[in-house]
């Protein structure tokens, strides 16, 4: 256990360099920096090589990358079991609030710093480095047997000081890093006391919690603009790929200087958009982006029993719904797939019998190739049943197509500052009016149709599937008690006028998505929401529309994993610009 004292030091001299670190003394914290947003045609983005990118936020880590980091930095057969040890002596990694959950952003980019953010890093560096420093085959597998003698010598302590802090900051310590470690470290410290107090400092550091980039050449006689250092490249390409700290080859790769040469660098990209966890950070995006990243319930409504009789609808269902997407994105990978095929691909992807029994088909085994859907029937990402959920027991046609603009096309949608309090309450049943019909009434309005005739069209293609994402031709319009007043067939027959003056007709969501995939806007608008995933922060056109036509160009010409590569390619992922906060 870490002396009191000596943690209360610590964790002063941590908080110092944090404050000073968010009142502005490294660089851009946080600025949102976007202009020209919700205009995603083809023509908004223009590629000007002698533009610099954008100043470089200065965060920390997301909590997945500080999980994860923590997982790699304490991984091997004798130092099993560290991380469950902490996590059972200080189960604080819950507490942290969960990022993004304050503003529409990836969790990459959440900048929050708050109490409870220090709170749970104390609790872990302090549990994590009682446990890593607990036993003698724990203490050499992080420092060699040398830390077990009864008087650590001063080269031991030296070692292990400079080989674990080359992976906890992910770049040499520097000298006076050192010799501020080494005071931890008196003559007759015991090697238990040196790995906690060590381990404990460094877990609480600013430079472990935040991604510092304040090193490599100046590129500009301003010097305003420079190259990443090997080290500080090594992170951005181990953050990008894998969503955690750089393994010992990307760090060897650094320190020899193969990150500098092309050979190394594309050797090194390869390697790393190869590995499945490639593809877990690509998931990470879409459950973002999605929004399938919070536990949905169902309610135990009359409404709701009758809507959905005989259905076993449980947080695990939903749970099953978001693997059947995560196969999907593995099938069209597996393919060699786009972002288009990802929202156009029938293949049956759904290996859940629970999930296959709403859609009326077998599940997939996983090996052979997958079924096809019935034509027209469900068509891309957007018609699985995590993205179409809706549990009150009625649908809301609204909700579905304003997801498509906002999310899907990068449509800037805005309430009316003036909207009627009634304005966004359901209409009411009529047993003669299907939810299409019933919708339409409430929104004739002149004062609504500027925004509800592109997004309504939307939702009523979507009217094919109830709640649970069940397709359907009949809709049964049901009381709040559940009994059934009516049953009238469903029109998904829509003008989606996804640019303007078009009236072309689709007669299913299939088509839909068809069209939505061909679309400018969308190869643009995924652009977007990939680079702020990558990148920690919102897009400036005028000098990110480089780095955006390669995301969007490999993205739609090539694979997902070719937008993940093309990332790493460009000027403003290889360089860092400074800027005033």
Request: glycine residues 6%.
């Amino acid at each position: 256990m870490v002396q009191d004292w000596r943690r209360a030091s610590v964790l002063r001299a941590a908080s110092s360099i944090v404050v000073a670190v968010l009142t502005g003394c490294t660089g851009v914290i946080g600025e949102r920096l976007q202009d020209g947003v919700g205009q995603t045609s083809a023509d908004a983005l223009v590629c000007d090589p002698t533009a610099a990118p954008a100043p470089s936020p200065l965060k920390r880590l997301s909590n997945q990358q500080y999980q994860n980091t923590l997982r790699d930095l304490f991984t091997g057969s004798a130092l099993d079991g560290v991380l469950q040890q902490a996590q059972a002596a200080s189960p604080s990694f819950d507490a942290l609030p969960r990022d993004g959950d304050v503003a529409d952003t990836f969790g990459v980019m959440d900048g929050r710093l708050a109490d409870v953010h220090m709170d749970v890093y104390f609790n872990v560096a302090d549990a994590i480095a009682t446990a890593a420093s607990s036993t003698p085959a724990r203490r050499a597998a992080l420092a060699g047997a040398c830390i077990n003698a009864a008087t650590v010598s001063a080269a031991c302590a030296d070692t292990f000081i400079r080989s674990f802090g080359l992976r906890a900051y992910r770049r040499p310590l520097t000298e006076a890093e050192v010799t501020r470690m080494r005071e931890l470290a008196p003559s007759n410290v015991s090697g238990e006391g040196l790995v906690g107090d060590v381990v404990f400092s460094m877990l609480m550091a600013p430079q472990f919690i935040y991604r510092f980039e304040n090193g490599g050449a100046a590129l500009d006689a301003a010097q305003t603009r420079f190259a990443l250092t090997d080290y500080e490249l090594a992170a951005r390409l181990s953050f990008h790929f894998w969503q955690t700290t750089p393994d010992d080859e990307l760090l060897e790769a650094a320190a020899t200087g193969a990150l500098s040469t092309t050979e190394g660098f594309s050797a090194q990209v390869e390697r790393l958009a190869d590995h499945p966890r490639a593809r877990e950070s690509l998931r990470t995006f879409f459950d973002e982006w999605y929004e399938l990243v919070a536990p949905r319930t169902f309610p135990n409504t009359p409404l709701f029993q009758a809507a959905f009789a005989g259905v076993s609808a449980d947080g695990a269902l939903y749970g099953e719904m978001v693997d059947e997407v995560h196969d999907l994105i593995d099938y069209v990978l597996d393919s060699d797939g786009g972002y288009r095929d990802l929202l156009t691909s029938d293949a049956v992807t759904v290996r859940s019998p629970r999930v296959a029994a709403l859609y009326g088909v077998s599940p997939w085994d996983g090996v052979s190739p997958p079924a096809s859907f019935p034509e027209g029937e469900r068509s891309g990402v957007l018609t699985r049943a995590a993205l179409l959920l809706q549990t009150s027991g009625r649908t809301n046609p609204i909700l579905r197509g304003a997801r498509i603009r906002k999310e899907i096309l990068c449509d800037s949608i805005k309430v009316p500052p003036d909207l009627p309090s009634e304005a966004l309450t359901p209409p009411p049943l009529d047993p003669s009016a299907t939810t299409r019909e019933r919708f339409d009434a409430k929104t004739s309005a002149p004062a609504c149709n500027g925004c509800h005739t592109v997004i309504n069209p939307l939702g009523y293609a979507l009217e094919l599937y109830d709640g649970l994402g069940r397709y359907r031709t009949v809709e049964r319009v049901l009381e709040d008690d559940g009994s059934q007043i009516a049953s009238l067939p469903i029109d998904p027959v829509i003008e989606p006028r996804l640019v303007p003056d078009d009236s072309t007709v689709a007669s299913n969501p299939a088509e839909l998505m068809s069209l939505v995939a061909e679309t400018a806007e969308s190869d643009v608008c995924f652009a977007l929401h990939y680079f702020r995933y990558a990148f920690r922060r919102d897009e400036v056109r005028r000098s990110d529309g480089c780095a955006l036509i390669a995301i969007r160009d490999a993205a739609t010409g090539g694979s997902l994993l070719d937008a993940l590569r093309a990332v790493a390619y460009t000027d403003a992922f290889k360089q860092r610009v400074m800027g005033a906060p």
